[in-house]
T-cell receptor, first 115, second 117 residues
Framework: AQSVAQPEDQVNVAEGNPLTVKCTYSVSGNPYLFWYVQYPNRGLQFLLKYITGDNLVKGSYGFEAEFNKSQTSFHLKKPSALVSDSALYFCAVRDRPGSARQLTFGSGTQLTVLP | DTGVSQDPRHKITKRGQNVTFRCDPISEHNRLYWYRQTLGQGPEFLTYFQNEAQLEKSRLLSDRFSAERPKGSFSTLEIQRTEQGDSAMYLC???????????????FGPGTRLTVL
């Protein structure tokens, strides 16, 4: 079975500072990993994915994430946070090649960027 | 807007009533997914279609829940005899299939928020 853990319910960071939102995963094979962001009363917006290749992946709005196979982690990062980055962030995983197409999500991390 | 759309956005119903939600995926996407999200949690998978075929169902999908995608385009999710525990946000997502770039990410609609009184 696949699972995702987001160990921090809440992350606060000052505007202009770097931010990190943590994610660890568990799968039986090699993972597909994703980050999504959710604004209030909105659906999830895709930020970035790791499928294969370079461990550092770049996504929308200046976000990036680093895949670390030995630590089974896929932390989301941004060099300089904006107040508008404040939202709920979800990490998700899918087994590869596995027959299951669905994503398994973490419980989410609320990011607050303070002006 | 060419994204995933869902209707209605909000539904309030009384316990025991039936409700039906609709999802219109991105037009070229042949995979369609339903998820349920409760407050403070990440979305949980309910069911998945490839074209009109329902290929997977979660154990969360009790026999009161049924989903269809009759022509491989839009999908409906029906909940019969609603219970207060069904109150949640119901999210629909779609994705490409086959060996095409962009086939891995799922694109989500805005969701239907169900409140069962």
């Amino acid at each position: 079975a696949q699972s995702v853990a987001q160990p921090e319910d809440q992350v606060n960071v000052a505007e202009g500072n770097p931010l990190t939102v943590k994610c660890t995963y568990s799968v039986s094979g090699n993972p597909y990993l994703f980050w999504y962001v959710q604004y209030p009363n909105r659906g999830l917006q895709f930020l970035l994915k790791y499928i294969t290749g370079d461990n550092l992946v770049k996504g929308s709005y200046g976000f990036e994430a680093e895949f670390n196979k030995s630590q089974t982690s896929f932390h989301l990062k941004k060099p300089s946070a904006l107040v508008s980055d404040s939202a709920l962030y979800f990490c998700a995983v899918r087994d590869r090649p596995g027959s299951a197409r669905q994503l398994t999500f973490g419980s989410g991390t609320q990011l607050t960027v303070l002006p | 807007d060419t994204g995933v759309s869902q209707d209605p956005r909000h539904k309030i119903t009384k316990r025991g009533q039936n409700v039906t939600f609709r999802c219109d995926p991105i037009s070229e996407h042949n995979r369609l997914y339903w998820y349920r999200q409760t407050l403070g949690q990440g979305p949980e998978f309910l069911t998945y279609f490839q074209n009109e075929a329902q290929l997977e169902k979660s154990r969360l999908l009790s026999d009161r829940f049924s989903a269809e995608r009759p022509k491989g385009s839009f999908s409906t999710l029906e909940i019969q005899r609603t219970e207060q525990g069904d109150s949640a946000m119901y999210l629909c997502a779609s994705s490409l299939a086959g060996r095409r770039e962009g086939r891995f990410e799922q694109f989500f609609g805005p969701g239907t928020r169900l409140t069962v009184l």
